[in-house]
Structure formats: C-alpha cells, structure tokens
C-alpha cells in the first residue's frame, strides 16, 4: 500500500479547451494494493475492506482542513467508500454538508472511483415526516442529502433502522422506487432483525432490486450479527456485510486503559456512558492488548482483524480524527 503524501499544490487539467483548476490530486498509486478490495457478496461492487465513515469528526463543530486531510489520505490510499447518514453531524446534515464541501473543493474529478453511501431512519427534522420509515420521510430525506453533498446520485441507500408501525411493504418498495429514479445505484439495510430483514432480501430481489449490503454492529464485545444469524443470513444470501463500530467507540483501543480522558466521547456521556467501563472490560483490553503486542500488532490493528476474519464479512467501518489514527488503522489490513 503507498505510504506517500497526498500531493496538495495546485495543478491544472484539461477539459476540452479549458484547463480547470484543482487543488487535489491523488496518488496515481492508490490502487497498487489489490488485496485491499473485498467482492460486495454476489454483486458486482468490489469495497475496500477498511470503509471510512463520517460518523464522528465530520460536523460542523470539527475542524474542516482535519476532515479534508483524513480523507484526501484515505483515498490516496484506495479508500473508495465513504459511509455518511442524514443527521451525521453536530448539526444534523453538517457532516453532509462536509461531503458537498469536498466534493466541489477535491474530489469531483474522481466521482466514479468514490462509492459513497448515506442513509434515512433516524430522527432528522422535526413533526412527524422527519423520522422512521415511511415513503414521505426516505424521499424526501435522500432529496435533501443529495443537495447537501451536491450528487445527483448516491452509490447507496440504507434504510437506517427498522420502522416497527409503518407497513414493511411501504418502506421496501419506496427502496426499490428510489433505485428506479436513479437517486441510488444499491440499497442496503442497517440495524433490521432477522425475520424483517430475510422479508426485506426477498421483496427487493424480487422487484429486481437485489440488497447489496447489511450495516451491524459487530467487535469482539458485541457479537450480536453473529449470535442472531444476521452474518450467517448476509453470507448465504449473497448479501455484503459492513461492521459498524468495530473498535466499540474505542473500548477496544488504548484508549481508556487508564481512565476517560477529558476529551474523549465518554466523558461526552453521550454516544458511550462511562457505566460501560467496567473493570472485567479493562482487564479483557489488556489481555487483548497483550496478544497483540506478543503479534507485532497494536490493539485496534488486533481488534479490526478479527471482524475482517469473519466469514462474511466485507468490510470495517472506521472512523479517524486524525490521519496519524487512520493510517494506523490500515494496517489491519492483510498483505
């Protein structure tokens, strides 16, 4: 995998007769390292086995030259796949709006190289077409992401949770109906139980719309995909599978070996509670951080390693505040 520097100095190319000017380039060796890619189950999308997602570090509130440097890095080192929702912020939207920024400042000369996802389910805006799963609110949510983010499509769709009182049938086929505008090249589908999501593989494979990929939660504590039969589903199905947290938010780091940092999400109390840092926990990151220091390995290298060695499972999903943490993070990746 190259190891260089984004190159940053400003250059030209030509379009027809104009020259346009660009402040980014990327690395013409960014897709060296085949090994890499990972095949999307029985489709034909090839992921990058690390996925870089904006959860976190990406919103208004965060520094935008940061966010501009982790991903100029992640692409000169053939991170394709940028993973966002509709309310990823602080703000909602704003990490959205990062995305447009991007796009227009860097990374609209390589639009058909990114593979660039959002999502609709959670709470967006207020009164009660703003959330869930209904027809109204995932149109008009993808409508609103595309002009954020400044695409006229995105490469896919999730349905970002499980609406448990709108009809399955309504949300399924507005999936399909979003594909058929062009709005979305895939579909995918996050946080659905198994029962509602073998009914959802099975509606969208027969309206020609097959599932592409499920978004789980899955790290050495929470193995839930796994104990449910989600993975096993996704693996037999010929549907990808993307973990989400694969760090558990950074339990599975260094991070808290000794204590909450003040500028950690913990003392946030707000996506990870402080209650979660039991001492049986502390002392399972040691061990684990022991073994992979015996590997040659760092702690998260050990813990993302193990989610891309589950069968079925096609790529990770990390977040990065810093290019230094990213970089560190692909070396999970087998050579």
């Keep these: 995998m190259h190891t260089g520097s984004p190159v940053c100095t400003l250059i030209k190319r030509k379009t027809g007769d104009m020259y346009e000017k660009l402040n980014y380039l990327a690395s013409e060796h960014r897709y060296d390292d085949e090994s890499l890619y990972e095949r999307c189950g029985r489709s034909g999308v090839l992921l990058p086995k690390v996925s870089l997602g904006f959860w976190h570090n990406f919103g208004g509130v965060d520094s935008y030259e940061r966010g501009r440097a982790i991903t100029r890095y992640a692409f000169d080192h053939g991170i394709t796949h940028f993973d966002l929702a509709n309310n990823y912020g602080p703000p909602y939207g704003s990490a959205e709006q990062t995305m447009g920024r991007l796009m227009d400042d860097d990374f609209r000369p390589y639009r058909d190289e990114l593979f660039i996802s959002t999502k609709a389910g959670y709470d967006m805006w207020p009164g009660p077409y703003g959330n869930w799963g209904s027809r109204k609110y995932l149109m ?91 993975l096993q589903f996704c693996r037999e199905s010929g549907v990808g599978f993307i973990a989400f947290s694969p760090l558990a938010q950074g339990l599975l780091t260094d991070r808290y070996l000794n204590g909450i940092p003040s500028d950690s999400r913990m003392a946030r109390e707000h996506f990870l509670k402080s209650d979660r840092l039991t001492p049986e926990l502390v002392a399972y990151v040691q061990q684990l951080r022991a073994d992979a220091k015996a590997k040659g390995q760092t702690t998260s290298e050990a813990a993302l390693r193990w989610v891309l060695a589950q069968e079925g499972v096609t790529s990770v999903l990390i977040g990065a505040s810093s290019v230094e943490q990213l970089a560190q993070n692909l070396k999970c990746i087998d050579k």
Aim: hydrophobic share 40%.
């Design 140 to 230: 008009a949510s993808l409508d609103q992401s595309l002009h954020r983010m400044h695409l006229d499509y995105v490469d896919l769709f999730y349905s970002h949770r499980l609406d448990p009182l709108t009809p399955l049938e309504e949300t399924l086929q507005a999936l399909v109906d979003i594909v058929r505008q062009g709005k979305a090249l895939y579909i995918g589908i996050s946080n659905w139980p198994l029962e509602q999501l073998r009914i959802g593989e099975q509606y969208l494979r027969e309206h020609n719309v097959p599932l592409l990929i499920y978004q789980g939660r899955l790290n050495l504590i929470d193995r839930k995909p796994m104990d449910t039969g989600i």
